[in-house]
């Protein structure tokens, strides 16, 4: 699936190419509004559809994958053609995990210099020349501050489980709080540690969004750098959550997306066993 979804774009941008419009980022803007907008014109068709013929509820469900990988296509084609503007290269950057480095890397040896020293097209160009952490990989330390203000190195919890999200406090919603905040208290700090990497521009905001308004006994911290920070790129992080549980030899034993309660359980069946 992964291949064909490449194949469509990679000649998406071809017939693209062939249609004159010029590349400015109010035509940039246009078109991504265009398409968003039918995506959700899309899925209110489905959701009525739905109402009308609730016998078919079950089967119409896949009909939103469909609109949502055609949006998606379609997003990632306006990013490859509209990379030498502003918003069309932070999109390549937001979409970068589901396009082929070397597709990538063709279309950012084509920008013009400025644009490959900005701030985007270094954070492109650092994605481009590093290994992403996957399962399997030993994990990549880094250097971020903590809310209370102290210095943090995840390095500094090796020997012991650590659960490391990629910002997503607020994405995975109560539910999901609740289950990260039932594995720690269930667990001891000398087994297990949660680390959340937080979204945040300033040690002011880190505390005022995630810890004064979350209350969450977990270590929040951020090197504050946004975007552009290399916890995002070396991780290959975009969604949030974006989940790491690392053993206590230093290996990424899992990746994924959101919180998932059996993967959590099984981590506290493993800091059970003798």
Known sequence: MKRIYIIIVLLSVFVAAGIAQEI????????????????ERQNDSIYALMKREPDRKEAL???????????????????????????GLQRLFWVRLHLPKDTVEAVWNRLPDEIKTSPYGKSIRMHLDTQQIEEGARYADFEATAADGRPFRLSSLEGKYIVLLYDGLGCMGEEGRN??????????????????????????????DYV???????TLVSDFKMDHTPFKIIYGTQARPTVFVIDPTGTVVLKTI?????????????????
Not at 212 to 218: R, T, Y
């Open 258 to 274: 959101g919180v998932n309660p059996r993967d959590l359980n099984n981590i506290k069946l493993k800091l059970q066993q003798p």
């Open 212 to 218: 004064e308004k979350m209350n969450l006994p977990f």
């Open 179 to 208: 289950e990260l905040k039932q594995l720690y208290e269930s667990t001891s700090r000398d087994d297990l540690e949660i680390v959340v990497y937080c979204i945040s521009s300033s040690l002011e905001q880190l505390r005022e």
């Open 61 to 87: 469900k896949h009909e939103f994958e469909k609109n949502l990988e055609d949006a998606q296509r379609r997003n990632a084609q306006a990013a490859l053609r509209f990379a030498s503007v502003p918003s």
């Open 24 to 39: 400015t980022e109010e035509n940039y803007l246009k078109l991504d509004k265009e398409i968003w907008e039918a995506y």
